[in-house]
């Protein structure tokens, strides 16, 4: 790499990660070209050398966000050397850290942006990579047991399309029916908790957080 490409490179991460400085502080609506040009003492137009539009910058944080959210539950699975019903665990405690740690960048992966900045991009979520964790654990957990389809004919073919799509770990529709739930259950509570539901009340949201995940793990294996 030449001076030029170290500089642009440089050049590159500072403008990352002063968009995530922004984010971090006050929200994905207050990240703007002009605002972040400001924060950098740069010029809109040097920006855009690197960034044709505020779409395409945020497009690069959404999925540099995602990539950071695999690792984070990729790097605590690798960690713990349990049984597959304790990985589960593991995965979703670290994604839920992850969000907690995370909490505007987590809301603007899944609510605080425009549907279309992600248009017509291949881009590889927590749906594609942790989910994939996520199946592998519970075709282990469910193993030769009953319970290889979902209970609903239409869904379980829904599901196997999902499975062959996404290039997911070959599994039953109960498995991926189970990963689905898992994840959609696990969003619902995180989110709720980043609102501020659970800050006035005696719930912890990681026990409601571990009671889903049994309840959908005895469904598979049982």
């Known amino acids: 790499m030449n001076r030029r490409e170290r500089l642009r490179a440089q050049t590159l991460q500072e403008i990352v990660d002063s968009s995530f400085a922004i984010i971090d502080a006050d929200g994905v609506h207050a990240l703007s070209i002009a605002a972040l040009a400001r924060s950098m003492a740069m010029s809109a137009p040097a920006v855009y050398r690197y960034f044709p539009s505020r779409d395409a910058l945020l497009a690069h944080l959404i999925l540099l966000s995602y990539e950071q959210l695999t690792a984070a539950m990729t790097t ?76 609903d004919r239409t869904l379980d073919g829904q599901l196997t399309h999902w499975v062959s799509s996404k290039r997911m770990p070959e599994s039953s529709a109960g498995a991926a029916a189970a990963a689905i739930l898992i994840w959609t259950r696990a969003h619902g509570i995180i989110s709720l908790e980043l609102s501020g539901v659970f800050e006035n009340s005696t719930i912890e949201a990681r026990r409601l957080l571990d009671l889903e995940i049994d309840n959908v793990v005895r469904g598979l294996a049982g």
């Open 76 to 151: 605590a699975v690798e960690a713990a050397a349990q049984v597959p019903r304790t990985l589960v665990g593991v995965l979703v405690a670290a994604y839920r850290d992850w969000a907690l740690s995370h909490r505007r960048r987590y809301g603007m992966l899944f609510s605080d942006r425009d549907d279309n900045v992600l248009a017509g991009k291949s881009v590889e979520t927590p749906m594609h990579q942790g989910m994939a964790m996520l199946v592998d654990l519970l075709v282990a957990i469910q193993g030769d047991a009953p319970g290889s389809t979902s209970g």
